[in-house]
């Protein structure tokens, strides 16, 4: 079945669904044998599992490490292979960038070149925020545009940038220019394609020219160019399911996404428990609610089992405010895993609750990996977590006669 | 993997398989916390589960509630998504009306329209078959068929009937008349699509003659159509997997599926055993048995979860009966999923018991919704479930070298 079916089944109605999404929820387990998800007291998360329904998600395919932007398209539906979403889309999205349908996005990553031009450091010393900026204008005032193109540099954080190229008949089958290894000269962009030729030639004369630009800057004075991606629109949870959507995330990845995906996006929160407080604030404005936890994540990627947990456990006792507010549909899970055995994203499966009034019992006590192997969900692709939602949440029609 | 693929496989032989539906099995909890199935005692079939093994099937997909096509068109092997098939289709093969593919299918629902034509009864105040069936027949001896169609009435139940045009490039991209609502005029058959001008045409001119002719009718003197459908004709359960198969079947619409794939049918029957009669009576004559209990989904559909459980416990007080026969593959399952709670079909998956010599045991001991969730069928797209039980028939070779 493909998941976009169900948008041909859509009636609207006044239910809410909310998706709590805990980054890199999934894990592996530490010394003691047990997942940080396993180790966390989760007193609120196991009663919410005894009571409703439990599976494991597989965010893109068996043994598929997900990056943000698979995962989160897997969440909301779209399927993340047929969607994949270029780099440069999700850092444009990630700054509001306004982008156009001529727009070719490309990353940025400011890098610093011996007098031979070759590589020294691939990311200019990590560069301040503030450095990035004055880059990044000065790039601007001195670039002249080529070929009927406009071109603009817009800083993200410390080297990292977005170069815009605007115009027709642009391309993204180009080679990336980053050389991977210290002691090597950036590679050309080439042409992947035919298609690209044109583009090479314009990435090329823009490269030279920041070079250029660039020369007297004692750390950044040289770009590295990733991620090339051709703006194209997706259509909005509201044009798919009928859902008036907000998204509760600080990170800019996470709010670009949600943007991308035409989600009302609420002003960044320092803290879980503000982004509760949104939640309620806004409850009655919205009937779908994207709350992003970033923690899990980047304690995950730390190797940090322990923070992982503790981020886990204070999840846990915020999720009485939300269960209060009596969502018709309830959904917690996380985009991939992150074990912090691994230090980074991995493939395994990630535990998922849905709780409504209408989900059939299964067995399973806990929230947690190895129970929930024996939810009533089963091990589902996760791209089918929206369809199940709007079943739940009586926004669905029957199929056929 | 594609349904189809088995039927590249299939090798013919003597072994039996015995399809056991009852319509709408699943349920969801009733006050107790247990659904229909695991509040009716069912020692027979508890044995079978016990025995063999269980699972959970998707009819459609994660989430889609199906209507009875795509339910049952799944439960024999046929992609319900690829082959969705139109409610005139549906109906025409119910009343075993000969269709030929230049046939256009329609639904009728007779209505009242009062003097402006507003409509005031969507259902003509249910009229009974006999006036159904007069009023059919006035119809089809008054009617002018334009444009070298044939035009054909046929009654169906109270007020429900089929139009048939029969002709050449007709087309089913039109709107459906049924306003919805009190109130209002029916609304035209509109072409949806350029293909459809001509059929929009011919059936403009059938409504504005039926209204004419049926204008000195107290009730039903107006029609309202939906469901628009071309006949094609599917393969048979005979030409894809070389099953002589008998429907045991007492509802129209069940009947005409089995027909729509090549069954043959058995005379109706009053109650569950005389299926079952039938079923010994002709053993000897097929190979593929397809009975069909209707009562399970009416109950549920009623929103009477005490009476499904009594219908579930019947057909288990049955089921030594067909086991005695020793069918090689013995299938015991739903199309769909009709909790009482919610009194109508709904999205969650159906529990199976495939019974075969073949079958690995599972750890799954009672024939119930939270037990299957652990059978060794796992959670299964129902429309693999016919090359399962033609594996363990062994009627198919093995695929490759």
Same mark, same amino acid.
């Given at each position: 079945?493909?998941?976009?079916?169900?948008?041909?089944?859509?009636?609207?109605?006044?239910?809410?669904?909310?998706?709590?999404?805990?980054?890199?929820?999934?894990?592996?387990?530490?010394?003691?044998?047990?997942?940080?998800?396993?180790?966390?007291?989760?007193?609120?998360?196991?009663?919410? /599992?005894?009571?409703? &329904?439990?599976?494991?998600?597989?965010?893109?395919?068996?043994?598929? =490490?997900?990056?943000?932007?698979?995962?989160?398209?897997?969440?909301?539906?779209?399927?993340?292979?047929?969607?994949?979403?270029?780099?440069?889309?999700?850092?444009?999205?990630?700054?509001?960038?306004?982008?156009?349908?001529?727009?070719?996005?490309?990353? &940025?990553?400011?890098? !610093?070149?011996?007098?031979?031009?070759?590589?020294?450091?691939?990311?200019?010393?990590?560069?301040?925020? @503030?450095?990035?900026?004055?880059?990044?204008?000065?790039?601007?005032?001195?670039?002249?545009?080529?070929? /009927?193109?406009?071109?603009?540099?817009?800083?993200?954080?410390?080297?990292?940038?977005?170069?815009?190229?605007?115009?027709?008949?642009?391309?993204?089958?180009?080679?990336?220019?980053?050389?991977?290894?210290?002691?090597?000269?950036?590679?050309?962009?080439?042409?992947?394609?035919?298609?690209?030729?044109? =583009?090479?030639?314009?990435?090329?004369?823009?490269?030279?020219?920041?070079?250029?630009?660039?020369?007297?800057?004692?750390?950044?004075?040289?770009?590295?160019?990733?991620?090339?991606?051709?703006?194209?629109?997706?259509?909005?949870?509201? @044009?798919?399911?009928?859902?008036?959507?907000? /998204?509760?995330?600080?990170?800019?990845?996470?709010?670009?996404?949600?943007?991308?995906?035409?989600?009302?996006?609420?002003?960044?929160?320092? !803290?879980?428990?503000?982004?509760?407080?949104?939640?309620?604030?806004?409850?009655?404005?919205?009937?779908?609610?994207?709350?992003?936890?970033?923690?899990?994540?980047?304690?995950?990627?730390?190797?940090?089992?322990?923070?992982?947990?503790?981020?886990?456990?204070?999840?846990?006792?915020?999720?009485?405010?939300?269960?209060?507010?009596?969502?018709?549909?309830?959904?917690?899970?996380?985009?991939?895993?992150?074990?912090?055995?691994?230090?980074?994203?991995?493939?395994?499966?990630?535990?998922?609750?849905?709780? /409504?009034?209408? %989900?059939?019992?299964?067995?399973?006590?806990?929230?947690?990996?190895?129970? %929930?192997?024996?939810?009533?969900?089963?091990?589902?692709?996760?791209?089918?977590?929206?369809?199940?939602?709007?079943?739940?949440?009586?926004?669905?029609?029957?199929?056929?006669?």
């Amino acid at each position: 079945m493909h998941p976009e079916l169900v948008d041909t089944l859509v009636i609207p109605n006044e239910n809410k669904i909310v998706f709590l999404i805990m980054d890199g929820l999934g894990g592996l387990p530490g010394p003691e044998g047990q997942t940080e998800l396993e180790t966390a007291a989760t007193p609120n998360l196991d009663a919410l /599992a005894k009571k409703n &329904i439990c599976g494991l998600l597989d965010p893109v395919g068996y043994g598929i =490490t997900p990056g943000s932007g698979p995962a989160h398209f897997s969440l909301f539906g779209y399927d993340p292979v047929k969607n994949n979403i270029g780099r440069g889309i999700l850092e444009g999205a990630g700054i509001d960038f306004p982008m156009t349908e001529r727009d070719l996005l490309i990353r &940025i990553n400011f890098a !610093t070149v011996d007098k031979d031009g070759l590589v020294t450091d691939r990311r200019a010393g990590r560069i301040d925020n @503030e450095t990035n900026r004055r880059i990044c204008w000065k790039l601007q005032e001195n670039i002249r545009a080529p070929e /009927a193109v406009e071109v603009i540099f817009q800083p993200v954080k410390e080297h990292r940038a977005v170069l815009v190229i605007r115009g027709e008949g642009l391309a993204e089958e180009i080679q990336e220019t980053d050389p991977q290894r210290l002691g090597k000269l950036p590679l050309p962009p080439l042409a992947l394609a035919p298609v690209a030729t044109v =583009t090479e030639r314009i990435l090329a004369g823009v490269i030279k020219q920041a070079g250029e630009i660039l020369a007297d800057e004692p750390k950044a004075n040289m770009m590295l160019l990733r991620g090339y991606a051709k703006y194209r629109r997706y259509p909005s949870l509201y @044009e798919r399911y009928r859902l008036n959507a907000l /998204a509760i995330a600080s990170y800019p990845m996470y709010r670009g996404i949600a943007r991308l995906l035409g989600m009302t996006i609420a002003a960044p929160t320092e !803290t879980i428990e503000e982004e509760i407080a949104i939640l309620k604030q806004e409850y009655q404005n919205y009937d779908f609610f994207f709350i992003h936890v970033k923690a899990t994540d980047s304690r995950g990627e730390d190797g940090d089992f322990d923070g992982k947990v503790k981020v886990i456990e204070q999840v846990d006792s915020l999720l009485p405010d939300i269960i209060a507010l009596r969502p018709e549909v309830l959904v917690v899970t996380g985009d991939h895993s992150t074990p912090a055995a691994l230090a980074g994203h991995s493939w395994h499966p990630v535990p998922v609750i849905l709780a /409504a009034p209408t %989900c059939r019992p299964d067995l399973v006590a806990y929230f947690s990996e190895r129970d %929930c192997i024996h939810g009533g969900l089963g091990r589902m692709p996760m791209m089918y977590l929206m369809g199940q939602s709007l079943a739940h949440a009586r926004r669905l029609e029957k199929f056929g006669a």
